[in-house]
């Protein structure tokens, strides 16, 4: 064998070569995982068979390498062969994916039904076509090392150089990619740039290291291979190694909000730490065994320190790092170990571990971290980098000590080991911590929380908030989710079917009116699903109960792609536009695809938090949905949470709301919707608006997606100015009716003003006051006149059932519950408009009456947070006191606690 060095300007060109190489690997790994996520859309199984398909063709490559190296044509050559494929390739494919698109659409075509995101069908026509689209450039990169090391002559501590600056180049392609090319210039050109440093290192490689093996090398590679056990070793670790990518990733998603940008730094941290690994390699201290088992023990330090100081923080990313520069130091190491030909070892050892990340990346996206959650996950981890140690050890005494630690992780995983909920209940969007935890899983996609607040059972996705659930007995109020499915069935009364876009809380289900026969609801999240399902019992209403509601498990794009399924109404509410399952819901090809899947006078609704993003972002989209509507309205029902519906045909909410208000007004009422009114202050920017807001303005696209990178939490925030500014429609312009003022204020909007009372609610006001409730109930018909769009209603109400209250004690038993549920219909109607102390005591006496212990402490909490905000006076005492004592009573529950905790505080 010929073991002639190359010269060092030679050897720089090959280390410039691999650290090119690395980065274009990394741009297109982020940039093709984002436009098969285009094509087949964002579910699970699409993601792995990315990430599996793009890694097995790595193992592929090193191990095709292997059986490469001795062929006659010089290695530099080849290795300009392998560069000059790979920039082929990627310029050519960004033009091939509609066509992929367009064979898996043909292939999974499921006509009139909407599909879920399961089966072995859908499987293996992803794999395949994955496959076909990726394999061939990624096997090339994947023999780029082993041949670059032969073409150099390289000893194994070139293999561990080449290999850092490699693993160099991927995190800098990674944060590249993540923060500037993605971003602004978009996938199409960063794939093209991508293909520009694979053509930068094939002109080197051609100019430098083509000629430095003219003898077709012949005889070299004819040593040893590496014994089996290195190779099990090394797929163990690739096996470990990759679950913990993984798990990390899944972990700090966290406090970073799950952002794209926070993603590609986490893996450029993680690229970085192995390429440190590799220049320590260099030196030849350690062995693999030391390395993987300092891996294993750095990442568990790490995770204890993350339970231990509760860090919410982004620095608690660095957890991760120490444990990736120790793996690092593992690949190198097992080349060293295998003597012989460095470039047959490198691209044996190559392969194994790469086909164990194989494994590990679907081991933990598919079952560690659902079965075993974070911390089971971590050790089954560590376990694997205990065996890998073992097998890897040159002798007895050693591999037995590792045995013992593997030993010691299957007693940990067994005895169990906490979840770090410090780090997952921080979220950046929604801090609030308090209540109750009902439930903690760790899913697929996302990792789900349920907690029981003092306003509601909030429900969130990786720390962000989805959704505020009202439990049974909370006073009613308005809430914008309830208008999602409202507003476009008012203005389609004919609608029969309707299409959700995302699970939820299930709150926006809660309202749909009786004349939709049909509602199909798409959610990506399992374990979304399963949390609505265990909080059934604890809401008003149950919309999994409602017999018309299809679920459907999988990624929007993927379902409508696949059928041709058409409905009257689409809402799409994506809860946080950075976020990988929404961002692809905010572009013109997304809202084209939804356009096509509407019938005749179809209507298409969109939430949209506008907190999130900045006017120029607003006017993007609504610019990308007036692109494919002739129609588009926005309505603001609270503060920035807006609801965009867009048609080809006329949209009248307030038409479809006189013609069948009447035969549903208990269902729009619980929405929050009174009268026809309350579609002219909510209404933001009407048709002509939105037309002048959007002129020049770009348009929002799957090749360049503005919303996914350009928001974020804490970024890109719109304040009320900006907001009204750009809509011309403040708050005080909506303004145009005493009834609108009172909306807006009780939508936070407005300050609440009170108004003169007319001279029926004056009389009357002096006849309760005055205890003459005989005479409150002889103008109990006047007072019922009273609509919810004039002032005064809830006064009205009040005394309609204070006059009710003083009389239910005088009549019969079987009389009183009518009445008391009469008179709670009177007070809740009231609370809809304006929630004040004197309703809640009314509705916390009819809870008595009634025996409705669940409604009784609801009341009584939201009365304590009422006086709480307010300034307490002798009579709230008095109240506060009353209630105590009716709690007292009940049962002991966490809500009665709760509320006891809350009244104490009030005097």
Same mark, same amino acid.
């Given at each position: 064998?010929?073991?002639?060095?190359?010269?060092?300007?030679k050897?720089?060109?090959?280390?410039?070569?691999?650290?090119?190489?690395?980065?274009?690997?990394?741009?297109?790994?982020?940039?093709?995982?984002?436009?098969?996520?285009v094509?087949?859309?964002?579910?699970?199984?699409?993601?792995a068979i990315?990430?599996?398909?793009?890694?097995?063709?790595?193992?592929?490559?090193?191990?095709?390498?292997?059986?490469?190296?001795n062929?006659s044509?010089d290695?530099?050559?080849?290795?300009?062969?392998?560069?000059?494929?790979?920039?082929?390739w990627?310029?050519?494919?960004?033009?091939?994916?509609?066509?992929?698109?367009?064979?898996?659409?043909?292939?999974?075509?499921?006509?009139?039904l909407?599909?879920?995101?399961?089966?072995?069908?859908?499987?293996?026509?992803?794999?395949?076509?994955?496959?076909?689209?990726?394999?061939?450039?990624?096997?090339?990169?994947?023999?780029?090392?082993?041949?670059?090391?032969?073409?150099?002559?390289?000893?194994?501590e070139d293999?561990?150089?080449?290999?850092?600056?490699?693993?160099?180049?991927a995190?800098?392609?990674?944060?590249?990619?993540?923060?500037?090319?993605?971003?602004?210039?978009?996938?199409?050109?960063?794939?093209q740039?991508?293909a520009?440093a694979?053509?930068?290192?094939?002109?080197?490689?051609?100019?430098?290291?083509?000629?430095?093996?003219?003898?077709?090398?012949?005889?070299?590679?004819s040593?040893?291979r590496?014994?089996?056990?290195?190779?099990?070793?090394?797929?163990?670790?690739g096996?470990?190694?990759?679950?913990?990518?993984?798990?990390?990733t899944?972990?700090?998603?966290?406090?970073?909000?799950?952002?794209?940008?926070?993603?590609?730094f986490?893996?450029?941290?993680?690229?970085?730490?192995?390429?440190?690994g590799?220049?320590?390699?260099?030196?030849k201290t350690?062995?693999?065994?030391?390395?993987?088992?300092?891996?294993?023990?750095?990442?568990?330090?790490?995770?204890?320190?993350?339970?231990?100081?509760?860090?919410?923080?982004?620095?608690?990313?660095?957890?991760?790092?120490?444990?990736?520069v120790?793996?690092?130091?593992a690949?190198?190491r097992?080349?060293?170990?295998?003597?012989?030909?460095?470039?047959?070892?490198?691209?044996?050892?190559?392969?194994?571990?790469?086909?164990?990340?194989?494994?590990?990346?679907?081991?933990?996206?598919?079952?560690?971290?659902?079965?075993?959650?974070?911390?089971?996950?971590?050790?089954?981890?560590?376990?694997?980098?205990?065996?890998?140690?073992a097998?890897?050890?040159?002798?007895?005494?050693?591999?037995?000590g590792?045995?013992g630690?593997?030993?010691?992780?299957?007693?940990?995983?067994?005895?169990?080991?906490?979840?770090?909920?410090?780090?997952?209940?921080?979220?950046?969007?929604?801090?609030?911590?308090?209540?109750?935890?009902?439930?903690?899983?760790v899913?697929?996609v996302a990792?789900?929380?349920v907690?029981d607040?003092d306003?509601?059972?909030?429900?969130?996705?990786?720390?962000?908030?989805e959704?505020?659930v009202?439990?049974?007995?909370?006073?009613?109020?308005?809430?914008?989710?309830?208008?999602?499915?409202?507003?476009?069935?008012?203005?389609?009364?004919?609608?029969?079917?309707?299409?959700?876009?995302?699970?939820?809380?299930?709150?926006?289900?809660?309202?749909?009116?009786?004349?939709?026969?049909?509602?199909?609801?798409?959610?990506?999240?399992?374990?979304i699903?399963?949390?609505n399902?265990n909080?059934?019992?604890?809401?008003?209403?149950?919309?999994?109960?409602?017999?018309?509601?299809t679920?459907?498990?999988?990624?929007?794009?993927?379902?409508?792609?696949?059928?041709?399924k058409?409905?009257d109404?689409?809402?799409?509410q994506?809860?946080?536009?950075?976020?990988?399952?929404?961002?692809?819901?905010?572009t013109q090809q997304f809202?084209?695809?939804?356009?096509?899947?509407?019938?005749?006078?179809?209507?298409?609704?969109q939430?949209?938090?506008?907190s999130?993003?900045?006017?120029?972002l607003?006017?993007?989209?609504?610019?990308t949905?007036?692109?494919?509507?002739?129609?588009?309205?926005?309505?603001?029902p609270?503060?920035?949470?807006?609801?965009?519906?867009?048609?080809?045909?006329?949209?009248?909410?307030?038409?479809?709301?006189?013609?069948?208000?009447?035969?549903s007004?208990?269902?729009?009422?619980r929405?929050?919707?009174?009268?026809?009114?309350?579609?002219?202050?909510?209404?933001?920017l009407?048709?002509?608006?939105v037309r002048?807001l959007?002129?020049?303005?770009?348009?929002?696209?799957?090749?360049?997606?503005?919303?996914?990178?350009?928001t974020?939490?804490?970024?890109?925030?719109m304040?009320?100015?900006?907001?009204?500014?750009?809509?011309?429609r403040?708050?005080?312009?909506?303004?145009?009716?005493?009834?609108?003022?009172?909306?807006?204020?009780?939508a936070?909007?407005?300050?609440?003003?009170? /108004? $003169?009372?007319?001279? @029926?609610?004056?009389? *009357?006001?002096?006849?309760?006051?005055a =205890? #003459?409730? +005989?005479? !409150? &109930?002889?103008?109990?018909?006047?007072?019922?006149?009273?609509?919810?769009?004039?002032?005064?209603?809830?006064?009205?109400?009040?005394l309609?059932?204070?006059?009710?209250l003083?009389?239910?004690?005088?009549l019969?038993p079987?009389l009183?519950?009518?009445?008391s549920?009469?008179?709670?219909?009177?007070?809740d109607?009231?609370?809809s408009?304006? /929630? $004040?102390?004197?309703? @809640?005591?009314?509705? *916390?006496?009819?809870?008595?009456?009634? =025996? #409705?212990? +669940?409604? !009784? &402490?609801?009341?009584a909490?939201?009365?304590?947070?009422?006086?709480?905000?307010?300034?307490?006076?002798e009579?709230?005492?008095?109240?506060?006191?009353?209630?105590?004592?009716?709690?007292?009573?009940?049962?002991?529950?966490v809500?009665?606690?709760?509320a006891?905790?809350?009244?104490?505080?009030?005097?």
């Amino acid at each position: 064998m010929n073991t002639e060095r190359l010269p060092s300007l030679k050897r720089t060109i090959a280390a410039i070569c691999m650290l090119l190489s690395g980065m274009a690997a990394l741009v297109y790994q982020i940039v093709w995982t984002h436009q098969m996520s285009v094509a087949i859309g964002t579910a699970q199984s699409a993601v792995a068979i990315m990430l599996a398909s793009f890694l097995g063709g790595l193992a592929l490559g090193g191990w095709i390498a292997a059986r490469w190296l001795n062929s006659s044509l010089d290695a530099g050559k080849r290795y300009v062969l392998l560069e000059l494929f790979i920039a082929l390739w990627a310029i050519a494919l960004p033009f091939v994916f509609p066509a992929l698109q367009t064979l898996a659409i043909s292939l999974l075509a499921s006509g009139s039904l909407l599909p879920p995101d399961a089966g072995l069908p859908q499987f293996g026509v992803y794999l395949i076509i994955v496959m076909v689209a990726f394999a061939p450039p990624t096997i090339a990169m994947g023999a780029t090392l082993p041949i670059l090391v032969r073409a150099v002559r390289g000893e194994t501590e070139d293999v561990a150089g080449l290999y850092a600056l490699n693993t160099f180049g991927a995190a800098a392609g990674a944060v590249l990619a993540g923060f500037l090319l993605v971003p602004y210039i978009g996938l199409t050109a960063a794939s093209q740039l991508g293909a520009v440093a694979n053509l930068a290192a094939a002109a080197l490689a051609w100019r430098h290291l083509r000629a430095n093996s003219q003898n077709a090398e012949c005889g070299e590679g004819s040593g040893p291979r590496p014994v089996p056990r290195l190779l099990i070793a090394a797929g163990l670790a690739g096996i470990a190694t990759f679950a913990l990518e993984v798990f990390w990733t899944r972990l700090l998603a966290i406090p970073f909000g799950g952002t794209t940008q926070g993603f590609a730094f986490m893996l450029g941290l993680w690229l970085a730490g192995l390429a440190l690994g590799g220049i320590f390699a260099a030196r030849k201290t350690g062995s693999a065994a030391i390395a993987l088992t300092a891996g294993a023990v750095l990442s568990v330090l790490g995770y204890i320190a993350i339970l231990v100081t509760g860090a919410a923080a982004k620095t608690a990313v660095l957890a991760l790092f120490p444990g990736a520069v120790a793996f690092g130091m593992a690949y190198p190491r097992f080349v060293d170990a295998a003597g012989g030909d460095p470039a047959r070892s490198a691209a044996l050892i190559y392969a194994s571990n790469t086909a164990g990340a194989v494994v590990g990346s679907m081991l933990a996206g598919h079952y560690l971290l659902e079965s075993f959650g974070f911390g089971g996950t971590l050790l089954v981890a560590a376990l694997l980098l205990f065996l890998a140690a073992a097998a890897a050890s040159p002798n007895m005494k050693a591999a037995s000590g590792f045995a013992g630690c593997a030993l010691a992780s299957i007693g940990a995983l067994l005895l169990g080991i906490p979840e770090p909920y410090s780090l997952l209940k921080n979220g950046v969007v929604d801090s609030d911590t308090s209540g109750e935890l009902l439930s903690l899983s760790v899913g697929r996609v996302a990792t789900v929380e349920v907690r029981d607040r003092d306003d509601g059972i909030v429900v969130r996705s990786d720390g962000l908030p989805e959704a505020l659930v009202p439990r049974a007995g909370m006073p009613p109020s308005l809430n914008d989710q309830h208008w999602l499915t409202v507003l476009p069935a008012l203005a389609r009364t004919e609608a029969r079917s309707m299409m959700v876009i995302g699970l939820g809380g299930g709150v926006s289900l809660e309202t749909v009116p009786s004349w939709v026969r049909r509602i199909d609801v798409v959610e990506i999240e399992q374990r979304i699903i399963e949390a609505n399902r265990n909080i059934a019992s604890q809401r008003e209403v149950n919309p999994l109960a409602d017999s018309r509601i299809t679920l459907v498990h999988n990624d929007a794009r993927n379902s409508m792609l696949r059928t041709r399924k058409s409905y009257d109404i689409i809402v799409s509410q994506p809860s946080h536009p950075w976020t990988a399952g929404s961002a692809s819901l905010y572009t013109q090809q997304f809202v084209a695809l939804a356009k096509s899947r509407l019938a005749d006078r179809g209507v298409f609704v969109q939430w949209m938090n506008a907190s999130f993003v900045d006017p120029h972002l607003m006017r993007s989209f609504l610019a990308t949905v007036a692109s494919e509507f002739k129609v588009v309205r926005v309505y603001e029902p609270v503060p920035f949470n807006l609801i965009i519906i867009a048609s080809d045909a006329p949209i009248s909410p307030e038409s479809g709301f006189v013609r069948v208000g009447s035969t549903s007004s208990k269902l729009f009422k619980r929405a929050g919707i009174l009268s026809a009114q309350d579609f002219a202050w909510s209404l933001l920017l009407d048709e002509h608006s939105v037309r002048q807001l959007i002129k020049g303005v770009e348009l929002i696209g799957d090749d360049r997606n503005s919303m996914a990178f350009e928001t974020g939490p804490g970024r890109g925030i719109m304040t009320r100015t900006a907001l009204d500014a750009i809509t011309k429609r403040p708050a005080e312009v909506r303004a145009d009716s005493a009834y609108s003022s009172l909306r807006l204020a009780q939508a936070g909007l407005l300050p609440f003003s009170r /108004t $003169t009372e007319n001279s @029926l609610l004056a009389a *009357a006001r002096q006849k309760g006051t005055a =205890g #003459d409730y +005989a005479a !409150l &109930a002889a103008m109990d018909e006047n007072l019922a006149s009273l609509i919810p769009t004039e002032p005064g209603y809830a006064s009205a109400n009040h005394l309609r059932a204070a006059w009710r209250l003083e009389r239910i004690g005088s009549l019969r038993p079987d009389l009183r519950g009518d009445m008391s549920r009469e008179a709670l219909d009177i007070v809740d109607a009231a609370l809809s408009v304006e /929630t $004040t102390t004197d309703l @809640l005591i009314q509705r *916390a006496t009819l809870a008595q009456l009634i =025996g #409705d212990d +669940a409604m !009784l &402490a609801e009341t009584a909490l939201v009365f304590a947070h009422v006086v709480r905000q307010g300034s307490s006076s002798e009579i709230e005492t008095r109240r506060s006191q009353a209630l105590i004592a009716a709690l007292q009573r009940l049962p002991s529950t966490v809500i009665q606690r709760r509320a006891l905790s809350a009244l104490a505080g009030t005097y």
